[in-house]
C-alpha cells in the first residue's frame, strides 16, 4: 500500500519552520513597559519563540526570536500612518527593502468582521492577495486561507477572557496545517493583535 503524500509546503520564511505534522503554539502577551511583547509556547508548555518590541522614533516594531539561541527571525513593522492597517515583515532583523518578506494590510479599520490581506515580497502591485485571514477577532476565531479561497492552512484563536484582558493579557492559539511555515502564522498572530488593540 504507498504510504500518502507529504503535504505540499507552505514556505513563506524558512524551510525549517516547515513541520510535516500539524503543530499547535500559545501565543501569549506579556505585560511589560511596552505591553508588546509575547511568548510562544508549544503543547509541552516550553517557550520555543519571544516576540520583543523594539523602539524606533515613533514607529513600532518587533523582532520574532527563534529558541534559546533568541536569533533574530523576523522583524515586524508598523508602516501605516492611518489606524495601524500596514504592516511589513523583514527577514532577521533587518528593514531592508531587499529583505521584506510580506505585507500586511488590514482593508478597514472599523471593520467587525477581519479580513487582512497578505502580500508576498513578490507580488509587488498587490492586485490579488497570496494570503487571506478571515473569520471574527472579537468572537475569537480567524483562519488563514491561501489567496482569495476557502482553502484553509492555520486557525488562529483568542482565549476570551476579561479578567486577562483587563490585566492587557491576550492568549491564542495557532493551530497550523502539515507543511505550513509555523514562523509565517505565528507573525500574523502577533500582527493581528497589534491591529486590534494599538489603533
Same mark, same amino acid.
Given at each position: 500500500?504507498?504510504?500518502? =503524500?507529504? =503535504?505540499?509546503?507552505t514556505?513563506?520564511?524558512? /524551510? ?9 503554539? %500559545? ?31 515613533f514607529? &513600532? ?6 529558541? %534559546?539561541a533568541?536569533? =533574530?527571525?523576523? #522583524?515586524? @513593522?508598523?508602516?501605516?500612518? +492611518? ?7 523583514? &527577514?532577521?532583523d533587518?528593514?531592508s527593502? &531587499? ?6 494590510? &488590514? ?8 479580513k487582512?490581506?497578505? +502580500? ?10 497570496? +494570503? ?6 472579537? *468572537?475569537? /476565531? ?8 476557502? %482553502?484553509?492552512? %492555520?486557525?488562529? #484563536? ?15 492559539t495557532? @493551530?497550523?496545517? =502539515?507543511?505550513? *511555515?509555523?514562523? +509565517? ?7 493581528? *493583535? ?6
Open positions: 500500500m504507498a504510504a500518502p =503524500p507529504e =503535504p505540499a509546503a514556505q513563506v520564511v524558512d /524551510a525549517r519552520f516547515c513541520a510535516p505534522e500539524a503543530t499547535a503554539f %500559545a501565543v501569549t502577551k506579556i505585560i511589560s513597559v511596552t505591553g508588546r511583547d509575547f511568548t510562544v509556547t508549544d503543547v509541552t508548555g516550553a517557550a520555543v519563540m519571544q516576540v520583543e518590541a523594539a523602539v524606533f522614533a514607529q &513600532r516594531r518587533s523582532l520574532l526570536l527563534d529558541g %534559546a533568541r536569533r =533574530p527571525v523576523l #522583524t515586524m @513593522r508598523d508602516s501605516g500612518l +492611518f489606524m495601524s492597517t500596514r504592516w511589513e515583515v523583514f &527577514r532577521g533587518s528593514t527593502g &531587499r529583505n521584506l518578506l510580506f505585507t500586511v494590510v &488590514r482593508s478597514s479599520a472599523f471593520q467587525v468582521r477581519t487582512i490581506y497578505v +502580500f508576498l515580497a513578490g507580488n509587488a502591485s498587490e492586485q490579488a492577495p497570496d +494570503f487571506v485571514i478571515r473569520g471574527s477577532y472579537y *468572537d475569537g /476565531a480567524c483562519t488563514v486561507c491561501t489567496g482569495n479561497s476557502d %482553502a484553509a492552512i %492555520a486557525q488562529i #484563536t483568542r482565549q476570551n477572557t476579561a479578567g486577562g484582558a483587563l490585566l492587557g493579557r491576550h492568549t491564542y495557532a @493551530r497550523i496545517n =502539515p507543511g505550513v *511555515d509555523r514562523a +509565517f502564522i505565528l507573525a500574523l498572530t502577533v500582527i493581528l *493583535d497589534e491591529m486590534h488593540h494599538h489603533r
